[in-house]
């Protein structure tokens, strides 16, 4: 029988009282923080110490390696833990990079907490006289040379960064910590920062925090190739002219027009499907194309001088990603939302001594359809204190969440609120803090806080408002990732889901498996009628994951011995249910079904059994099984048990192009029973186990 969390990671459980790294870690604790870490905090501990022994530590790796843990499990803390153990135990060199600025200052604090020259507290630390220093951050307010206008801007945000470093010794530092960006383009480039090695030697652990952007799509209009071109036809540097032979105008100014031409052509004359092929990059203008360098695009912004010339720089050196993704066929036009073009391709190949600290990397469906991610399951967090509502607003607001409805203007923003905050005040409480989750456009127009709906009127707090006791806290889609400002909210509503477009999911896969889009592949995507698993799996897991990680804003995060969430509720207003429910036990495992709030404020009685939405068929759940799955074999009966198979129609089910597409996206075969030395008869997947979990854990 397997004992309790805070059992069998207690301070005296053998597996932590006997243990090096489990003593190392509740000082490290302490230390940092101020306190013990709980026995969840410990099993997280134990499976990243356990997941960074098994890891690939050289040579070609397959696939990146990423560990799955609850928010709220100690996972940062942690990491800085096994950083500061593996350089004072064995001399091991690591990096850390961190979503954003303000989690790499608290990773960076953690760390000169533990091995700062003032905090001699670990046995080991300076037992090396190389001058090397033990800890260093390098970023926009971290390096050096920071601008004071950025450093003005982060400490608005209460950014502040306690010591800062040049470049070398960001590089020649035993532990470092930097951004995704810095990451990136030395993995692009081959370019030495300081990343991946310190002075020269590879690094042991490179530690990603929260899913790094694997893939990229760069969506571009012709006018963002033609502002490159004329950054190069109007900004002459000093012999660059006398060099290429030309008179005025960088040698790739007159590619660049040529390609605007093709875009704008293709834009102007596009009609009839969304989805369309798009030849705007040719061989001969890859050539001029790759000759431009990163230099080529700073020098020339900088030249021109401007309020925010690195954003400028940004933009071009995205343009020039998309030019290149384009020129090797990656590049499809989609005329949704106005018309744009999307490219896409894979900048960062799966590496060895890389971890992926991701808490949803078991929802995500781009790891799934990809299979560039090994997903390692800690212990998961218990969610049975935790309640969750589906709520079905009135007629008139169903489904009309989005610009041509509710987002229209002010006045229909207005009329939606008039149901909306009544529906809030009656399920929450007076001193309750509540985070509601909706649309940028909906905040944009302020209406939010207008005085009927806003008690603290007279405040000037966008985000924030009062209204009979309760403190509202808002928040748009996309925002507050890494944030910990709201982990007092008992109260998740959430208003209509986070999807994305249909071009960009596309692009994604693209991205991630390596596939170029044919025109023929365009054409029959095209189709309402046509469903691929792979689209359908990267939009639900999209869901999920987004409303997982939102959800974990609230008070939630915090998890008990056992890694038992706090009371509180969610409130899903309008969601996609079919997708919520088929996630439901990976996103919040341990809480009970949905309730159902009908629009006149009734609820529903829960059904027990399988929850499929109408839209939900056989074949979509076994896709979205096959895509998913940790098992490498499947017998038809664990396809009944799972997805509600009927046997009278198991062959064509299993033959759709649905299945089939999702069998090849995982290699997934088909045998027999028998083949396999089973007893009985019938038919059995199998595939190669790409996926697996530390052991006592």
Known sequence: MTLPVRSAFSATAPRVAFDHFHQFHDTAYLRMIGRRPSAFERATSSALKETYSRMPKGGRA??????????GA???TSACALMAFLMATEGKTCAYVAPTLAVAEEVHRHLLALVGRENRHIEGVFSHSDGFLPAAAYSSIHKANASPRTLDQ?????VVPSRQYTAEEFRRARLVITTHERWRHELATGEDLGVLKCNGQDRALVLVDEEPDLERTAVRQPEDVSALASLFADVELKGEARAFGFTSAHHAAETLVAVHGRMRDIKDNSTGQFLQSADVVTEADLEHLNAITEQDITARVYAIGGADTAAAVDLHLGTLAFLRFAGQGRVFYSRGEGGAFYAYG????PQPRHLILDGTAD????Y?????????????ANYERVRLFAVQPPKEFKGRMRSRGILRNDTAVRDYLDWFMPFLIERTQPGQHVLVYCKKALLDYGVHRLPEFNERADRRERYVTELQGRVIHWCSFGRGRGLNEWKDCSAYFRLGDFMLQRAVVLSRIGATTGERFTADDLRRLNSGAVRDARIDTAQAAHCAVTNKQDAARICIRHLDDDGRAKEADLFMVDCDMGTLQAYRERMFPGAGQYGVIRADGSEAPQRSGVNRSPKDGAAARVAELLLTTELDRLTVADLTDRCGLRSDTQARTLSTAEVRT???ARGWTETTRRALGMPGKGKVLTRSATRESPSGS
């Open 154 to 158: 982060y400490a608005e945000q209460g």
């Open 368 to 380: 799934a359809v990809g299979r560039h991610v090994t997903v390692v399951s800690s212990v998961p």
């Open 62 to 71: 397959a696939t990146f390696t990423a560990l799955s843990a609850a928010t």
């Open 74 to 76: 100690g996972k940062t």
């Open 662 to 664: 999702a069998m090849q």
């Open 363 to 366: 929802l995500n469906g781009m």
């Open 346 to 349: 894979s900048p960062v190949a």
